[in-house]
């Protein structure tokens, strides 16, 4: 793959579209550290840090450590991906968005056009609970006015909309999704600063040369087995074989040729693990919006089993039963995001239509079983994966106090990404080099 990347420079139309995503890049970067005006970010900042801890880390790793900072680009891609997630999911319950869904070219263009909608929406009722949230809590200082209040939501809003146009002009005229770059720089934006943290805890600590050498191989040897099993993980996928039946079509006998069925392992990707963490941060981040972060008792009790970093505290036991909520939710947003993105009974119809049958299935209901209990036992063996995955780093946040930011998620996003920006590469190379018999 770095041999595609390599010959990717030496061909012209190829290093203009790298060139052009890496300088969208640097905007994104610029305007992730342009403060917003009329507000003081470092009062903003201090606060979150004070009264919010953790509850934002994900958040914040997203965008790039822009949010702790509250800059122009505080809210970055967040508002464009849950609204993707918004109308993937409505596509089930509204008939009109699915008919569009399946509409071809221009049933793609009218749904991002509605996404795009959905974004600037959700963008001004962030930007608007953002801004009002901090003028309640004293956040924006003493001498806030209504206008440094709407000056705070149309910078967000603007900085948001902004980010969703760059990544498409990247999707368009550069390399790869150009949300997912966007978020991929975002996340490894903030892996200095986190093997920073590491360094300090772990490394720099010990006297003697020979602990420091064993802290900084065991560290990098966990980051690498992570990201190595995250790789299999996104990769691995089990083919079902699909024999099409021979059939005359004229004069001539057609068909008869073998396909498969790719069943991704990790067929959800990274949702349920956000999905499960947005449901766990929830309760604590609406608490400390409106003052009520340090209630005390069964309810104070319940808060700190939602907090991630609470779960392997060896003072407080009791909080590490969160971490079963967290795995059920996780396991179950596995099985209904997958089972709204694949559907086994469209599948089997499709095949039927076409005269495929799964070899040694009989066609039809046979077949709808066959892929549901198939895929049942796949889903499962990823959302296992994606929870050992998302589980570590809370291990060691927890339990040794590390303070990283990126987790899991972050890991899963950054291999995927990588992953599937070679590969568009790789399919741009072979295109470009491919010569056929009128070559020949």
Same mark, same amino acid.
């Given at each position: 793959?770095?041999?595609? *990347?390599?010959?990717?420079?030496?061909?012209?139309?190829?290093?203009?579209?790298? $060139?052009?995503?890496?300088?969208?890049?640097?905007?994104?970067?610029?305007?992730?550290? %342009?403060?917003?005006?009329?507000? !003081?970010?470092?009062?903003?900042?201090?606060?979150?840090?004070?009264? $919010?801890?953790?509850?934002?880390?994900?958040?914040?790793?997203?965008?790039?450590?822009?949010?702790?900072?509250?800059?122009?680009?505080?809210?970055?891609? =967040?508002?464009?991906?849950?609204?993707?997630?918004?109308?993937?999911?409505?596509?089930?319950?509204?008939?009109?968005?699915?008919?569009?869904? #399946?509409?071809?070219?221009?049933? /793609?263009?009218?749904?991002?056009?509605?996404? /795009?909608? *959905?974004?600037?929406?959700?963008?001004?009722?962030?930007?608007?609970?953002?801004?009002?949230?901090?003028?309640?809590?004293?956040? %924006?200082?003493?001498?806030?006015?209504?206008?440094?209040?709407?000056?705070?939501?149309?910078?967000?809003?603007?900085?948001?909309?902004?980010?969703?146009?760059?990544?498409?002009?990247?999707?368009?005229?550069?390399?790869?999704?150009?949300?997912?770059?966007? $978020?991929?720089?975002?996340?490894?934006? /903030?892996?200095?600063?986190? %093997?920073?943290? %590491?360094?300090?805890?772990?490394?720099?600590?010990?006297?003697?040369?020979?602990?420091?050498?064993?802290?900084?191989?065991?560290?990098?040897?966990?980051?690498?087995?992570?990201?190595?099993?995250? *790789?299999? $993980?996104?990769?691995?996928?089990?083919?079902?074989?699909?024999?099409?039946?021979?059939?005359?079509?004229?004069?001539?006998?057609?068909?008869?040729?073998?396909?498969?069925?790719?069943? #991704?392992?990790?067929?959800?990707?990274?949702?349920?693990?956000?999905?499960?963490?947005?449901?766990?941060?929830?309760?604590?981040?609406?608490?400390?919006? *409106?003052?009520?972060?340090?209630?005390?008792?069964?309810?104070?009790?319940?808060?700190?089993?939602?907090?991630?970093?609470?779960?392997?505290?060896?003072?407080?036991?009791?909080?590490?039963?969160?971490?079963?909520?967290?795995?059920?939710?996780?396991?179950?947003?596995?099985?209904?995001?997958?089972?709204?993105?694949?559907?086994?009974?469209?599948?089997? !119809?499709?095949?039927? #239509?076409?005269?495929?049958?799964?070899?040694?299935?009989?066609?039809?209901?046979?077949?709808?079983?066959?892929?549901?209990?198939?895929?049942?036992?796949?889903?499962?063996?990823?959302?296992?994966?994606?929870?050992?995955?998302?589980?570590?780093?809370?291990?060691?946040?927890?339990?040794? #106090?590390?303070?990283?930011?990126?987790?899991? =998620?972050?890991?899963?996003?950054?291999?995927?990404?990588?992953?599937?920006?070679?590969?568009?590469?790789?399919?741009?190379?072979?295109? /470009?080099?491919?010569?056929?018999?009128?070559?020949?």
């Amino acid at each position: 793959m770095s041999n595609a *990347v390599v010959s990717a420079f030496k061909n012209k139309q190829l290093r203009k579209k790298l $060139l052009f995503t890496t300088l969208i890049l640097i905007v994104v970067r610029f305007g992730s550290q %342009l403060p917003i005006p009329e507000i !003081d970010s470092a009062q903003i900042s201090a606060y979150l840090k004070s009264t $919010l801890g953790d509850s934002f880390s994900l958040l914040n790793s997203f965008t790039g450590g822009s949010f702790m900072q509250m800059s122009v680009f505080a809210l970055s891609v =967040t508002p464009y991906i849950t609204s993707s997630i918004i109308m993937q999911l409505m596509t089930i319950v509204i008939p009109a968005l699915e008919e569009m869904q #399946k509409d071809g070219e221009d049933g /793609r263009k009218r749904m991002a056009k509605i996404t /795009r909608y *959905v974004t600037v929406v959700l963008a001004i009722i962030e930007g608007a609970g953002l801004a009002i949230g901090f003028a309640n809590q004293g956040a %924006l200082g003493t001498d806030y006015t209504t206008f440094t209040i709407v000056t705070m939501i149309i910078a967000l809003t603007a900085g948001a909309v902004l980010v969703m146009w760059l990544g498409e002009r990247i999707t368009e005229s550069g390399i790869g999704n150009g949300i997912s770059i966007i $978020l991929l720089i975002n996340i490894v934006a /903030r892996i200095p600063n986190d %093997l920073s943290n %590491l360094y300090q805890n772990y490394v720099a600590k010990p006297t003697d040369v020979t602990s420091k050498i064993i802290a900084a191989v065991i560290i990098l040897a966990i980051i690498v087995a992570m990201f190595v099993f995250i *790789v299999f $993980l996104q990769d691995g996928e089990r083919r079902i074989p699909v024999q099409y039946s021979k059939k005359m079509a004229g004069r001539k006998m057609v068909g008869g040729q073998s396909s498969n069925i790719p069943l #991704k392992v990790n067929t959800a990707g990274v949702i349920p693990i956000i999905f499960a963490s947005s449901i766990m941060s929830f309760p604590s981040i609406i608490l400390s919006f *409106v003052g009520k972060s340090d209630i005390k008792g069964i309810g104070g009790t319940l808060i700190k089993m939602l907090n991630s970093n609470n779960w392997f505290d060896k003072t407080n036991p009791v909080a590490s039963l969160g971490l079963i909520l967290y795995i059920v939710l996780v396991i179950f947003f596995a099985y209904f995001y997958t089972s709204i993105t694949f559907n086994p009974m469209e599948v089997a !119809d499709n095949m039927k #239509k076409q005269g495929g049958f799964i070899p040694g299935i009989r066609p039809g209901k046979s077949t709808v079983d066959y892929l549901n209990n198939l895929l049942s036992y796949i889903i499962f063996i990823g959302a296992a994966g994606l929870t050992i995955v998302a589980v570590i780093p809370f291990f060691f946040n927890g339990f040794f #106090k590390a303070n990283v930011s990126f987790g899991g =998620t972050s890991l899963i996003i950054i291999a995927s990404v990588i992953l599937e920006t070679l590969k568009q590469i790789e399919s741009m190379m072979l295109v /470009r080099n491919y010569k056929g018999f009128l070559n020949d």
